[in-house]
């Protein structure tokens, strides 16, 4: 047996985020910790929570923490749409989770929106399990066809590029725009948008007019895009082609010049620290001194800070 085996385990630091059992309470019981808007019924979001409770029940019990007052009441600390849906349709009582912290805070900070590529494959396994479209868009408050068009959305795009964008907010139009290409072409597609952080219909656009002949699907098929004529598309081609190998070049250079940059960096922030040198500059190169003033209180060498997808 390892020395690892004989440890032993902090038990006192794991917390457990929820009791182990959950409680079933009466509506009146529940105090909702935020007031809901009185139009709040007609968004769109609300509909579509009101018919999924409506058609398949609740999926993901409300969060609540129990009042300090021994009344016997709960806090609700997630599900406010889900309780106004309750209540409209006239029900008694929720099965609820119990959490062990009382910060509502806690429950939407790291929420992140279901991508485009999640959501076509929840469609497509409920779908696999016996749920038909219909079920699905009248459980979603959507048209059937939307249900068909996300079902089939994938269809003849590489599994390369569906990889790339399986965790993007992609608009599903993209994806239209995609089939119409080779599966590379796909992929040289999904790593720049990946790189721009641009996953919009009129970027996909872009990249179409920019993708030569013998890269589409239908070679012979001419592209149409609107507000674009002929001599602009090909133009558009030529700049486009230009930007991917200026593109590769600086890909191919990035790690070696962030090391350089990083060495430099720290340099200039070991010289920054003797008061000799900073006193040396401030007299004889003032604007020197500022720009390495500015240099040893850069955060990051990257220009574009990961951004939080939240709701």
Known sequence: MSELENLPLKEDK??????????????????????????????????????????????????????NDKSGRYYLLDGHLRIEALKDLKEKQIMCLVST??????????INRLSTIQEHKMIVRAVERGVSEEKIAKALNVDVRSIILKRKMLD?????????LKDKM?????????????????????????????????????????????????????????????????RMQSEMLSLQNEYRVIED??????????????????????????RY???????????FQKITEMQSLNAKDPVEETV
């Open 253 to 278: 250079t990035l790690g070696s010049s962030v090391l350089n940059l990083t060495v430099a960096k720290g340099y200039v922030t070991k010289l920054m620290e003797n008061a000799k040198v900073v």
């Open 14 to 67: 794991i917390k457990l985020g929820f009791e182990t059992e959950t409680v079933t309470l009466r509506l009146d019981q529940i105090i909702p910790l935020k007031v809901i808007a009185p139009n709040i019924r007609e968004k769109a979001k609300y509909k579509q929570i009101f018919a999924s409770i409506k058609e398949v029940g609740i999926i993901e019990p409300p969060a609540v923490t129990p009042c």
């Open 281 to 291: 500059l401030a007299q004889n190169y003032p604007e020197i001194l500022e720009e």
């Open 101 to 110: 912290d009382d910060e509502a805070f806690t429950y939407n900070k790291h």
């Open 156 to 164: 003849g795009v590489c599994q390369e590029a569906v990889d790339l």
């Open 170 to 234: 992609v608009s599903g139009g993209v994806f239209r725009i995609l089939k119409k290409m080779k599966p590379m072409r796909q992929i040289e597609c999904a790593e720049l948008m990946n790189s721009m952080n641009v996953y919009t219909v009129p970027y996909a656009k872009a990249l179409l007019a920019g993708t030569p002949k013998e890269r589409l699907i239908e070679p012979e098929k001419p592209k149409k895009i609107k507000g674009i004529d002929e001599e602009q598309m090909a």
